[in-house]
């Protein structure tokens, strides 16, 4: 009978011992987990001084981490910066050239404007508005055309007082409530305003004709001069709106006038400012001419 194999046996043994440290290993390290859990969930503030440590000991590699991050984000941003550089720079030369002539023109208007006040000794200032309101409703399939501001008496709104906003006039208060205000617009077949051309003095009355648009009405008859796209503002006469304010564009060209669209859409009109009377005298007067005449049979 052969002897046996001392170094197998030893071998093996080796390993059985091995293998039994690790569940050793194992054991202890579920054993102290499930301590730590226990400890854990029965006083968590007990941990905390473990948990700082560990916070701090990894703080490094995370911060590591953030700036390795955010430097790849910069390179990648730079990258793409240079392949937009040329547009954009295209961009900003077209933007500056328009810019250039936008001031330009703004430049010549203003020394135009500036011989002009010059020349007729002009010195008005612009009438600070007694109040700004809404538009908050509008008639639109009457044969009146009426809107209604958010503003009235108690802000120091009257009857007669022009209703102007950024794009021109918009028309007069008829009816002032203590909350709200009824205005007559432009295009109410009642409206009449005193209007020149913007360009020079010709002079007319712009009607309203109930369905959106102006009658342009020429005072001296004869040739016609308007054309399309002539441009109408008021023209002080009257005394209830100030000059110069925006009121129609021409569209059609008539025998004695012509036909013009508002500027001031009453419909894309959010925001008002409601004006004083330009000259308050001059309308009383008026209406102190018209008394007898309407009490005579």
């Known amino acids: 009978m052969a002897p046996p194999n ?64 955010v430097g790849s984000l910069n390179i990648f941003q730079a990258i793409a910066g240079y392949y937009r550089a040329g547009s954009k720079n295209a961009e900003l030369e077209q933007e500056v050239r328009i810019a250039r002539v936008r001031l330009a023109e703004a430049a010549a208007l203003k020394r135009e404007n500036d011989r002009l006040k010059a020349a007729i000794g002009l010195r008005e200032a612009d009438p600070k508005p007694v109040a700004i309101g809404r538009l908050i409703g509008s008639t639109s399939s009457s044969a009146r055309r009426f809107a209604y501001l958010s503003v009235g008496r108690s802000d120091g709104v009257r009857p007669e007082m022009p209703v102007i906003s950024p794009m021109g006039l918009v028309g007069r208060v008829l009816e002032a409530g203590q909350g709200s205000a009824r205005v007559m617009l432009l295009t109410d077949s009642e409206s009449m305003v005193p209007v020149r051309r913007s360009t020079d003095d010709v002079v007319a009355f712009a009607q309203g004709q109930a369905d959106g648009t102006l009658r342009i009405r020429l005072i001296n008859l004869g040739i016609n001069p308007l054309k399309k796209g002539d441009v109408f503002v008021t023209s002080g006469a009257g005394g209830v709106f100030p000059p110069n304010i925006a009121v129609a564009v021409v569209d059609t060209v008539t025998k004695d006038g012509a036909v013009a669209r508002m500027l001031s859409n009453p419909a894309a009109t959010d925001y008002v400012a409601v004006d004083p009377v330009w000259k308050p005298e001059a309308v009383r007067m008026v209406d102190v001419q018209a008394g007898p005449a309407k009490d005579k049979p």
């Open 6 to 69: 001392i170094r197998s046996s030893s071998s093996n043994r080796k390993a059985q011992l091995s293998v039994f440290t690790g569940y050793v290993f194992a054991a202890a390290g579920a054993a102290i987990g499930a301590a730590l859990l226990i400890i854990s969930l029965w006083q968590p503030q007990a941990l905390s001084g473990l948990r700082s440590v560990a916070t701090d000991a990894s703080a490094p590699v995370g911060k590591a981490g953030a700036g390795a991050r």
